[in-house]
């Protein structure tokens, strides 16, 4: 090339024009912009030659003025509609001659710009431009609209994602939505941390971001991952700082389709009829519902009775849901894909829709209320001599708190003796099934509420209330499992394998209390379902089935449908079959809701003990997790909880400490404690 000739090529994607200088070796050239910088070149790398003149690098910006006023995009169509018919090409010289009706350098270079920039009429064909089909222009003209309106709902999106982020309220777009439930579902994957035991960084290995996380993440500089989907969220006020990953990660749904809603509101405006006509009349009873103060689902509740023969009679009366839906029905079906309410330390998500559950399915005080009412017989060592099943009317007359029962029966309350009644009752019933064998393991347990971001925690005792209802609740599911197999009916039977206990002597060398019940639960076994009866270890009873949650336990409501049927005369609604397959699938969706449960009490347990890192708590040692690195489970006595932790010295199990919380990180699932005393020792040493 000759020394001076103006070409134009191509430094970091943008358009440069430089003068040649030298040849550079035997295959490049040194070319100086205007700037004066001085650039090695190849031949490739050049995208045009301006011809016919010299240029000096000074006279490049006056050039480019002279090629300013050409550079109009649209002047291409004009040609294309020339040109398309024939669909000859041209070079950018042809082009300046038909556009300018003149081919010298600055009009050459300016259609020569304008060609390699079009994306709609012309494709580039080796050094000349062939014009595209009408078809093909259509499709880049619509492409480019796409585009342009993507691009353009990028910036508003950016907009509104800044109005967020400084507090300001923000009307999402259904747009905007698609991309921030993008973000939600890669954002949950946090709940893997726990899940599956997995890191951060190992997580964020293991699931790249989908595409438009990707985009979005990289729109707003932020890092494209889990975390950093969660944190944006969080900043846009779209999640709270404690979402509930574990249950956005699950399969379980949150709000009820409006079909279902629709439904629950005609059966409550229109009640069905009731099957059972021959309701028995129990409204005579008094009828007590025991719960915890929170308690919106009242299923169960129960009387006393003395019989002319001087024989009392108990009676436990569980809610009758079976008398709002069929099986198969609407209701039922989501019931059934929900397989329990699932009870949440922000709140319950209900199994029914709740102007149904609360209302009309529930045993609310003062109302007639249909029930399912076992009457049970206890011999003199508290085995059930005699009982009966009835689809009843009752009403409820007294809403009390376990706190209210148990202060009832600690002042022997005269005007309520049903209660001591039945209490006198429970007791025999509880010492009999001890002679059978039944199992008994005390530890405290937590109840974790969270209102408005307060987070309290009550320790459930065993106490003689909660031991009452638990009572009556077991006697009523031996009940109904006898009933269903002296009629051979198919139900969801539970059963518990023969544990294999310590030894005594083994037992005896742990401390006792809370220590030798733990290593006696560690030996429970799982319970069992099965459409056939079993014996149940831990209740020491031969036959049993849960009944008494229908509003709250898909299984219960099983059990319902097929007792009921039986009652009226009806063949059971569930072959044994069918009924071990809804079994299954209820059984899988339980196991899930469970584990939501127990995931989120332990959010918000650590997320309370982060909040008090200055407290110390009564803690004893109760079993070793990992003995020989030290590692052991601590049971917080004030709070009911069990949470692992290292010691740097030897201690015992039974062994009372006082710790605080070191460290905690509840969405990484990590709790550290240390020692107060031991620390404060270590302190005064160095």
Known sequence: MEKGTLVEFRLGGD????????????????????????????????????????????????????????????????????????????????MANLLFSESEPPQCYAAHCLLSDDKIYFKQKGDSYEPRTAAQVAERKHQLEVEALKAKGQQEFLARVEQALKGVPVEWQRHDRHRLEALEKYAALLADIVRVGISYESLARAYPPPAPVLETMNMLGRSATPQGAFQLLVDLGWWSPHENLFLRRSSIPVQ??????????????????????????????????????????????????????GRERLWVHIADPTRWLIPEDELDLEARKRGSTVY????????????????????????????????????????????????SLIKPTYRL?????????????????????????????????????????????????????????????????????????????????????????????????????????????????????????????????SITPMRHAGLGLDTYTQATSPIRRYSD?????????????????????????VMLTVSTITQEATMVERQTNRYWALEYLRRYPETSWQATVLMWLREDSNLALILLEDLGLQLPMSFRRLVKLGEHILVKVAHADPHKDVIQFQETIYQEAQTAVH
């Open 15 to 94: 358009r440069r024009l430089a003068v040649v200088d030298r040849p550079d070796g035997k295959t490049r050239w040194f070319v100086i912009d205007e700037r004066g910088q001085s650039h090695s070149i190849m031949p490739r790398q050049i995208t045009y030659t301006v011809n016919k003149e010299t240029y000096k690098p000074l006279q490049i910006p006056s050039f480019l003025e002279d090629v300013k006023p050409y550079l109009d995009p649209s002047s291409l169509e004009v040609a294309w509609e020339l040109l398309v018919e024939s669909g000859e090409t041209v070079t950018p010289e042809e």
């Open 256 to 309: 009820f389709p409006s079909k279902v809603l629709e439904v629950a509101q005609q059966q409550l405006e229109f009640p069905p009829p009731d099957p059972d006509t021959n309701r028995l009349d129990l409204t005579h009873l008094k009828v007590y519902t025991i719960d915890d103060e929170s308690t919106t689902e009242i299923d169960d509740g129960l009387s006393w009775e003395l019989l002319p023969d």
């Open 344 to 391: 949440l330390p922000t709140g319950m998500i209900p199994m029914f829709p709740e102007v149904l559950a609360t209302g009309p399915m529930s045993l609310v005080q003062g109302k007639v209320c249909n029930a399912l009412s076992f009457g049970i017989i206890l011999n003199e060592s508290g085995a059930v001599e005699d009982y009966s099943i009835h689809a």
């Open 401 to 529: 708190t376990y706190e209210d029962v148990d202060e009832m029966l600690e002042l022997d309350v005269q005007a309520e003796p049903e209660i001591a009644a039945i209490a006198r009752l429970a007791n025999k019933r509880k010492n009999w099934r001890y002679t059978k064998g039944a199992i008994s393991i005390n530890m405290p347990e937590a109840m974790i509420k969270v209102k408005d971001d307060d987070i309290n925690i009550y320790v459930l005792d065993d106490s003689s209330s909660r031991q009452l209802v638990a009572e009556m609740m077991i006697v009523a599911g031996e009940v109904a499992a006898r009933y269903g197999q002296a009629h051979n009916i198919p139900l969801p039977f539970r059963g518990q394998p023969q544990p294999e206990l310590p030894r005594e002597e083994e037992l005896l060398q742990l401390p006792a209390g809370f220590v030798r019940a733990c290593a006696m639960r560690r030996c429970m076994p799982k319970s069992e379902m």
């Open 557 to 581: 409501l099983l059990t319902h449908f097929q007792l009921k049927a039986h009652l009226r005369g009806d063949a059971p609604p569930f072959s044994a079959e069918q009924l071990k397959e």
